[in-house]
């Protein structure tokens, strides 16, 4: 079965959108805002957005954008693991606390798990950016550089 370019392309937007959207549920609420590609960007359906935000405004041809949809998808099982560990590190922390038998060494515990849990996921995040940024041409990857510098404050900012 042959699948059209726009409904590829629908497809594409639909899995970029799921995939940017978990590291903003992984994050506490404080670290899941706009800024991070979260639910409260616009850009799609529900809010989130299409594609990274550093890949937004460029033109990007149908290999590209399969290339994309493959990092990004490929990501999606790395992420929920370390979604899944971060939740869970997080609801026994919260549990320890109130359990009125709160312990500092079992607190630590907890907050280092939750700590390599946020690691990991800016990791993941750190890895697909640089793989991302192969997959541009030279000439996208000085339009990006351009964009960055002239509309968001430089290379140093964030951008998920």
Do not use: C, W
Request: net charge negative; charged share 25%; no cysteine.
């Amino acid at each position: 079965m042959q699948i059209t370019r726009q409904v590829r392309q629908a497809f594409v937007s639909a899995a970029l959108s799921f995939a940017a959207s978990l590291p903003a549920l992984a994050m506490p609420p404080m670290m899941g805002g706009p800024e991070r590609g979260g639910p409260m960007m616009s850009g799609s359906p529900m809010g989130m957005p299409g594609m990274p935000p550093f890949l937004h405004g460029l033109k990007l041809s149908e290999a590209q954008e399969d290339k994309v949809f493959d990092i990004q998808y490929g990501q999606i099982p790395l992420l929920r693991e370390q979604e899944k560990s971060l939740h869970k590190a997080q609801e026994e922390l919260h549990k320890l606390a109130l359990s009125g038998q709160y312990d500092d060494a079992k607190a630590k515990v907890l907050t280092d798990r939750i700590a390599h849990a946020i690691v990991g996921i800016e990791l993941l995040h750190a890895q697909a950016d640089s793989r991302l940024f192969q997959v541009l041409t030279d000439e996208q990857r000085k339009e990006l550089a351009e964009h960055m510098n002239e509309h968001e404050g430089g290379p140093d900012h964030p951008h998920r």
